[in-house]
C-alpha cells in the first residue's frame, strides 16, 4: 500500500516532484489549495499519512506563513528535500514555437523566466498553479497557448517540452518538509539535522546567550529566523535550524539552552537533505 501525503498545488506541481524525490514514485499525493489545507489533511489519520510542504527558497527566502502553520500543529518533521526548480516551456503534441500566441504559468513562474520570454511576444496569462495551466492547456486541446511548469506535469499531461530550462537563474532550490503526525513519526536513523522553536525574555543579550551556548558546544546553526508574538510587547519567537554529528550532541544543547529559553518545542529530528 503506498503512502498518502497532502501537497499545495496540483499533480503535476513541484511539491509532487519533491514527494516523489523523498518517497518514490508510487507516493499518492493528495493537493490541497493552500498550505494551511496541507497542515489540516497531513494532521488528519483518516485522510493521509503525512504531507510535503515548502518552507523557503533560495531566491524568495522563507515562506513565512508557513513557520507559523507548522508552531501551530502537532506535525513532526522527519526529513527534508532541497529541489532544483527547473522551469520548462511546453506545449501539446503538434504545436510548433511559430504557433504560441500566450504562455500560462503561476506568476512567480513567469517571473523566473522573464528572460527568455521577454523575447517574444506572446501574451502572458497568470494562473494559481504550474501544473494547472499544463492540464487546462492539454484538456481544451489549445494549439496556440504553451505552459511553463515541472517536467513530471509535460509527462502527465502528454505534452512536448519544446524549450526547456527556461528560467533566468539556473541556481534556484526549494526546501521541503517532510511532516508526519507527532504519534506515528519514529526516530530517524542517522539524524543529524534538528529544527526548533523558542522563545527568550526581552532582557538584554537574552538571545546572545544561548546563541553562545549552541557554538559551545560545536552545533552548526543552519538557519535563525525571528518572528514577533502577536499580542505582546516587542516579544519574538525564534525559529532554529541546527546540524549536528550525533544525537548525542544535540540533546546535551537542548539542556543547555532549555533554562535560557522559554516554550521550547522541538519540530523534529532528522537527516540534512541532499540538493537533487
Known sequence: MSIRVSIQGYEGCFHQVAAQTYFGKDVEVIPCATFREVVRVASSKKESDGGIMAIENSIAGSILPNYNLLQKSDLRIVGEVYLHIRQHLMVNRGVSLSDIREVHSHPMALLQCADFLDKHDWKLVETEDTALSAKHIHQHRMKYAAAIASKLAAELYDMDIIAPNIHTLKNNYTRFLVL?????????????????????????????????RIADHGINLSKLQSFPIPGSEWKYFFHADMEFDSKDQFEKVIQAIRPLTQDLKVYGVYKRGKTV
Open 180 to 212: 508526519r503526525r507527532d504519534t506515528e513519526a519514529v526516530p530517524v536513523e542517522e539524524a543529524n539535522k534538528s529544527s526548533l522553536y523558542f522563545e527568550t525574555d526581552h532582557s538584554r543579550g537574552s538571545l546572545a546567550k544561548v546563541l553562545s
